[in-house]
């Protein structure tokens, strides 16, 4: 008996099909065997009595097979962190749906073509999908990653891509003084579909693991139709698509580099690695908002919001805005010592609050200037910067982690 | 004794400049007058013995002077709305701060060559920076709007445009069977600058307000270097800068079309306008949060934001997800029958619950996919199907105002 996820051959009218056996979908008919081909696509093959089904190798054994990961000694050694992810998942031939992987065998062979030009140390640190990964786990990747680092080993962290930039971003404060590239990488599509983006993208980020540059960065499809990746500096990049392979966009700045065919072209300045040991700081006061300004946003609903908070973060509108009756509820958290940082929901460009009266009336409040960085990325940092620095508005102005541009004219 | 504002003529080393008295900058020294030049630079002069200074015209005479708007009974009347905002604003000398303008002339003045292509009457419905528009504000603008389109007129509603899509989209569900165009249209720069969109965006907007187009369009600035504006559907329209005059950008849909030189040049189908009367339907429940998600989101902060809602709209990862802990709080509102509509903070692309687990918890939790609506939007007509319709879930899965895009494989 043929089961879902089984490995068979099909002989059929002089044809030969070979494949997974899909889980029958509830539009193809009883006698329709679904399988995916090797290709990546599905067909369905109505079963008559001239068929002749074998099957290769139960979904089982395929699972269980265990497959031993090379080391060439003229290769440098990448660490591999796995996260989680649709980078690392499988598909449920049951269900149809996607779930998080596996063994440290299933993610070092994720891209097996890896190992033409490192070696790779694989780590499952958790399998999460990144919706529900939280900041005390990007204190554990830190302390993860700095292991490694600290074995002079480049780090790939594996990530899905739901909150890939917000950890990403954490680990740019978190980490110091890199003596190798930290690359954050992600994919779109699962490896089973024919569209998938795990390939390049994991090939592309050993790529720039073996680079001299000093920061975090994200690795991702520049283009739906390239087999480049965009270098984007950790805290400059946003998802900004819910499905497409280059979702991800650097705001307010380009891409550091690109990465295609093995070679690297840098648009931008960027950190060079250094030496010595890397240095992790990875408190965080996690008593932080980040609230998104709309026109229905009522003081009381505000007021509920931030009580009790040691920082808020607000995306307000254009340069920075928000509605005047917000503006006492705002001076009185300032007075009261705690920060609450403006940035723009905008996305795009930089909060300016000496152009409107009522920028002018928030700086009066004591608001601070959230400068040109995404709102997600002042929540972030504000967290951080609370739990490692003494001057908080010094600090929130202050570019650490290349989350502020300088100023240019557009 | 020249004043700020004061409009003066200074001649100097057989030189003559002429221009605005402007505000003294804590950086210019005492003895420097800075005028603000006919092509919108401001210089510094240095006050010397052989300078010669005269008040062209005094500043309160020049605020005081009344235009008459001239009437051409061979051109169409449009109707130009004023609710306040940089396109209709003048720059304080005093603090060089911008306050919104002003008188029913100023306003049909803004641009007087718009009376080359008609007759304008206008009106100042209100005088708000846009930040302070909410809720009951849409409410009198689109009764406004509807009583010059009953007169057959086509509308321009100018705006400020931190909040002009939010604006422009609550109308788009209120006005039905528009017989006329109803044209948003704001300016990043405001008109005393060189580099001010309001020339030619208010122009632009009457073309767009004499075609055929039966919707709620935003037009504004399609590039920084074109004189070109786009015709945006209010619905699927952002403001996506801080500062750039392009900043408005049609999201999951191109712009309906461009507007240049006088023309219009269509990219996307469009609704063609009605004849007969124009219906308002103006109601809201305002009763409906939009809640932003982000990883340090904890339980009871969810619950405190959502207590007493009578519909709440996420803006969650991804294809539409938000941590494995948000859901049981999720599926509670459900239950008492409060709908929570998800929506993607990457702003682009579809919602697609069905691809990993955590989307079909939500699923089964009870939330409704929220298609390719942006999040503001999916929160403005959720308020509005709330007061307005019977089957919410339906409501909201079915474009209304061009706010859902059709399926299509990217």
């Known amino acids: 008996m043929v089961e879902v996820g089984d490995f068979v051959r099909i002989e059929k009218d002089g044809r030969v099909y070979e494949g997974l056996v899909m889980p029958r979908h509830a539009f193809s008919g009883k006698d329709i ?13 109505k079963l008559t009595k001239n068929c002749k089904i074998k099957v290769i190798e139960r979904r089982k054994e395929r699972i269980a097979k265990k497959r031993e990961i090379p080391y060439d000694e003229n290769k440098p050694t990448v660490a591999l962190i796995g996260t989680g992810g649709t980078i690392a998942s499988y598909v449920d031939y049951e269900t149809g749906a996607v779930h998080p992987a596996a063994t440290t065998e299933e993610l070092a062979f994720a891209v097996p073509e890896i190992f033409d030009i490192c070696n790779v140390e694989a780590k499952i640190l958790f399998q999460k999908f990144s919706e529900n990964i939280k900041p005390k786990d990007w204190q554990k990747m830190a302390k993860e990653v700095a292991k490694y680092l600290n074995k002079n080993m480049p780090v790939i962290v594996t990530h899905g891509t739901d909150t890939l930039a917000y950890s990403s971003t954490a680990l ?156 006492p509820p705002i001076r009185k958290l300032t007075k009261k010592g705690i920060p609450v940082v403006i940035t723009t929901q905008c996305l795009q460009g930089r909060v300016n609050l000496n152009v409107y009266s009522t920028g002018r009336k928030l700086l009066k409040a004591g608001v601070i200037e959230g400068e040109d960085m995404l709102p997600e990325v002042a929540w972030i940092k504000l967290m951080w910067v609370l739990a490692n620095e003494k001057d908080i508005e010094e600090a929130m102005k202050r570019n650490i982690a290349g989350e502020i541009s300088e100023r240019r004219e557009i």
């Open 172 to 327: 740019a404060f978190m980490l110091k003084n890199l003596n190798n590239p930290v690359v954050f990488v992600g994919s779109q599509r699962s490896s089973d579909r024919p569209s998938s983006d795990a390939f390049q993208n994991l090939m592309n980020s050993a790529y720039v693991a073996l680079s001299d540059i000093g920061e975090v960065v994200v690795v991702m499809h520049s283009s739906i139709s390239s087999n480049g990746c965009f270098i984007h500096r950790a805290t400059k990049v946003r998802k900004m698509h819910s499905s497409r392979r280059d979702a991800f966009v650097s705001l307010n700045s380009k891409p550091i580099g690109i990465v295609k065919n093995g070679k690297i072209e840098f648009y931008e300045k960027y950190e060079k690695k250094k030496s010595g040991k890397v240095r992790i700081k990875p408190n965080l006061n996690e008593n932080v908002c980040l609230l998104f300004y709309y026109p229905g946003l009522k003081r009381e609903d505000f007021e509920k919001i931030v009580d009790g908070k040691d920082g808020v973060v607000i995306a307000g509108t254009g340069l920075g805005h928000v509605s005047d009756d917000l503006i």
């Open 33 to 45: 065997l679904v399988i995916k081909l090797r290709n990546g696509y599905n067909i369905g093959i």
